[in-house]
Nanobody
Framework: EVQLVESGGGSVQPGGSLRLSCAASGFTFSNYGMYWVRQAPGKGLEWVSTITASGSTDYPASVKGRFTVSRDNAKKTLALEMNSLKTEDTAVYYC????????RGQGTQVTVSS
């Protein structure tokens, strides 16, 4: 059974940074592309990043150049380094095994506010 546990969220001011982590279990993590998605209040899920099994990455324009995804296959963990945070980045962030949020965990809240 896929289990994903996100952590590292919090409240920061605009321009600040946060590092999110995701611990994976129940599947062969190294074989899977992994995703971060987010859900802002009152909105649907939004794709934030992709990292393939081989380590290639991709981002939407809204976060490109500010967010960096990485993975540690030995530790079965996924990370999202978020810099230059904006108020519009406020959301619950999830790691997932699919770009539509498949298998996502409980999420971690990120609040960007002055």
């Amino acid at each position: 059974e896929v289990q994903l546990v996100e952590s590292g969220g919090g409240s920061v001011q605009p321009g600040g940074s946060l590092r999110l982590s995701c611990a994976a279990s129940g599947f062969t993590f190294s074989n899977y592309g992994m995703y971060w998605v987010r859900q802002a209040p009152g909105k649907g899920l939004e794709w934030v990043s992709t990292i393939t099994a081989s380590g290639s990455t991709d981002y939407p324009a809204s976060v490109k150049g500010r967010f960096t995804v990485s993975r540690d296959n030995a530790k079965k963990t996924l990370a999202l380094e978020m810099n230059s945070l904006k108020t519009e980045d406020t959301a619950v962030y999830y790691c997932a095994t699919g770009v539509t949020g498949t298998g996502r965990g409980q999420g971690t809240q990120v609040t960007v506010s002055s």
